[in-house]
């Protein structure tokens, strides 16, 4: 299985502080996302980076890749208490001319107010 | 407004009751999956669609089956539940040659 595992499990911080969450993955890929789950919810889509990109941002969102330790790492800068949520890294590989996505166990973030 | 409808939202059921667990999206997305979400798990993909009549088992498929005889559906059908299927299960579709998936809301199945 190419499962992603997020680390850490849970992560608390304080408002306005910064968010760090890591995901490692076993195979190649040919993208990696990051979705965001609010409790008991459907998840939302956050941003995607594809394998022969290193870095990306979206916002306040920041997101790099290494290929070839096979990590990926997501930054929330200056968080908020509605970045309070779930967080799931995904990976990509094209299989039978099917894209098979493969979800991670994800990172639960509490942002303090 | 773009979105994928699961219905229902919660439900309990009793083993053996035959049930299904309908999806429906509205972007004419091709790819549609199933997934279940348990804790410390993350989501597992149950079966996945390409098309129309194209489905095919994910990793964990065992007890469960789907059709897709429709682009815009993709029902979840529980044959004979058993209380190792409670769990909350998502619906979601991307289009063809996109891996961005938008997931329903969840389906929360307790079986009793």
């Known amino acids: 299985s190419q499962q992603g595992e997020e680390d850490p499990q849970a992560l608390s911080i304080q408002e306005g502080e910064n968010a760090t969450m890591n995901c490692s993955y076993k195979t190649s890929i040919n993208n990696l996302q990051w979705y965001r789950q609010n409790s008991g919810r459907g998840l939302v889509h956050l941003i995607l980076?594809?394998?022969?990109?290193r870095e990306k941002h979206s916002g306040r969102l920041r997101v790099t890749l290494d290929t070839s330790k096979k990590s990926s790492s997501l930054l929330i800068t200056a968080s908020r208490a509605a970045d309070t949520a779930s967080y799931f890294c995904a990976t990509a590989l094209a299989s039978g001319g099917y894209q098979k996505v493969t979800f991670g166990t994800g990172t639960k973030l509490q942002v303090i107010p | 407004e773009a979105q994928v409808t699961q219905n229902p939202r919660y439900l309990i059921t009793v083993t053996g009751k035959k049930l299904t667990v309908t999806c429906s999206q509205n972007?004419?997305?091709?790819?549609m999956s199933w997934y279940r979400q348990d804790p410390g798990l993350g989501l597992r993909q149950i079966y996945y669609s390409m098309n129309v009549e194209v489905t095919d088992k994910g990793d964990v498929p065992e007890g469960y089956k789907v059709s897709r005889k429709e682009k815009r559906n993709f029902p979840l059908i529980l044959e004979s539940p058993s209380p190792n299927q409670t769990s909350l299960y998502f619906c979601?579709?991307?289009?063809?040659?996109?891996?961005?998936?938008?997931f329903g809301q969840g389906t929360r199945l307790t079986v009793v």
């Open positions: 980076i594809r394998s022969n990109e």
């Open positions: 979601a579709s991307s289009s063809q040659g996109r891996t961005t998936a938008f």
């Open positions: 972007m004419n997305h091709e790819y």
